[in-house]
């Protein structure tokens, strides 16, 4: 079985910065794409950004771009999201994706809570 485990979430005050991660473990032998996604009380789950297999393309959705990057490690099976000058409207609970053995097979992760306020 494959588990993805994301960690670093808490609360932080606006303008500041906060890192998360999401390490794979179990039965793997490729990862190709990584993603991560977040969850507003109250709204739907939103993409928020993507990197490639081999980890040179990155995309992001329009209102974290600037703000947020992420990047993997894929020798560590992990993906990391770098949040900063976070907003109010950036708080969710943020999932991580990863596309795994095989193309078009994804997994998620159960989520970390991300709050930013005063």
């Known amino acids: 079985q494959v588990q993805l485990v994301e960690s670093g979430g808490g609360l932080v005050q606006p303008g500041g910065s906060l890192r998360v991660s999401c390490v794979a473990s179990g039965s793997i032998v490729s990862i190709y794409a990584m993603g991560w996604y977040r969850e507003a009380p109250g709204k739907q789950r939103e993409w928020v950004a993507g990197?490639?297999?081999?980890?040179?393309?990155?995309t992001y959705r329009d209102s974290v771009k600037g703000r947020f990057t992420i990047s993997r490690d894929s020798a560590k099976k992990t993906v990391y999201l770098q949040m900063n000058s976070l907003k109010p409207d950036d708080t969710a609970v943020y999932y991580c994706r990863m596309e795994i053995n095989s193309p078009g097979v994804y997994y998620w992760g159960k989520g970390t809570l991300v709050t930013v306020s005063s």
């Open positions: 990197i490639s297999a081999g980890g040179t393309t990155t």
